[in-house]
């Protein structure tokens, strides 16, 4: 029987990350899920092992280079191999979500080191093993807004906006992607990105009108539209896609 491989999905206790771990673990793979809310990790755990699935818990935190070490540690221990890390969670701080000209240095500095930095730490962290067993996978979630300027007007009428530290976090986040592909060419890991759409999150209904007239058919997506992506990005279908970004944004960038 072949072995099964094991995916670490960060941020997996999350909005998105809750609906990649239901589809990762239903697909057969071993599923680590990391993340430092313990009550909704372990919550989400057992809800998985209850459905006949693989699926453990690890609390960490993500600024914590140790954390992140024993994160890998930890899931070679449990199921004897790590085949992808899908880097996926996201850090509010620093006063995060104010308006341009609100934003501090000390926020826009805190906000690009709790978010880039991770993903860089547990890439690099992670592909060494990946490097010392000749394969590996690695999936960033970014976001339409890491590819192209914001569409500010579809906030008029509404409190959101779209940060300028989001922006800058999820364009460096895309090229970290591309970066590293290409750096540990030769070594059998891909890494990719998805840049995901709004996601629907009870947001208002002007603001839901506005986006889905930028958009093809459906407008903002559910965190289930990602998964088809995530499941080929993951699998040998995908084997010769690397360091691409997958926009998954039903035409909203067009
Ligand atoms: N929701 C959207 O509309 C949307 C759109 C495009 C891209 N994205 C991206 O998708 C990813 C997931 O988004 P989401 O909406 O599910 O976010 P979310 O806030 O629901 O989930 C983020 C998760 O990260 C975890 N986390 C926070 N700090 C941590 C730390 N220090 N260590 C470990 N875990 C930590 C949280 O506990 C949470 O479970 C993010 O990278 C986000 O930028 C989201």
Redesign the pocket.
């Known amino acids: 029987m072949p072995i099964k491989k094991t995916v670490v999905i960060?941020?997996?206790?999350?909005?998105?990350?809750?609906s990649f771990c239901n589809a990762v673990a239903s697909h057969g793979y071993n599923l680590v899920i990391?993340?430092?809310?313990e009550e909704?990790?372990e919550a989400l755990a057992a809800k998985i092992r209850s459905d006949g699935h693989q699926a453990y818990a690890c609390?960490?935190?993500?600024?914590?280079p140790n954390?992140i070490q024993k994160l890998l540690d930890t899931s070679l221990t449990r199921f004897g191999n790590v085949h992808a890390l899908v880097?996926?969670?996201?850090?509010?701080?620093g006063n995060y979500g104010a308006d341009f000209f609100d934003v501090t240095y000390n926020d826009f500095s805190q906000n690009l080191s709790?978010?880039v930095t991770?993903y860089f730490e547990l890439s690099k962290i992670f592909s060494r093993h990946f490097c010392s067993v000749n394969s590996g996978t690695i999936i960033n979630?970014?976001?339409?807004?890491g590819c192209i300027a914001p569409k500010f007007e579809i906030y008029d009428n509404t409190k959101m906006t779209m940060p300028v530290e989001?922006a800058a976090?999820?364009s460096a986040?895309l090229h970290l992607t591309r970066y590293m592909a290409k750096r540990l060419k030769g070594y059998n890991i891909r890494v990719n990105a998805?840049?995901?759409?709004?996601?629907?999150?009870d947001q208002p209904e002007t603001f839901l009108k506005a986006y889905g007239d930028n958009c093809s058919s459906k407008g903002?997506?559910s965190?289930d539209d990602l998964c088809g992506t995530l499941l080929f990005l993951l699998s040998e279908e995908s084997r010769y896609i690397n360091g691409q970004n997958m926009i998954v944004d039903d035409g909203f960038t067009l």
């Open positions: 960060t941020g997996a206790a999350g909005l998105i990350g809750t990391a993340d430092n809310n909704r990790s609390i960490f935190d993500a600024t914590r954390d880097n996926n969670l996201y850090i509010r701080s709790d978010n991770p979630i970014a976001s339409v807004y989001y976090i999820k986040i998805i840049s995901p759409g709004g996601i629907l999150d903002m997506l965190p």
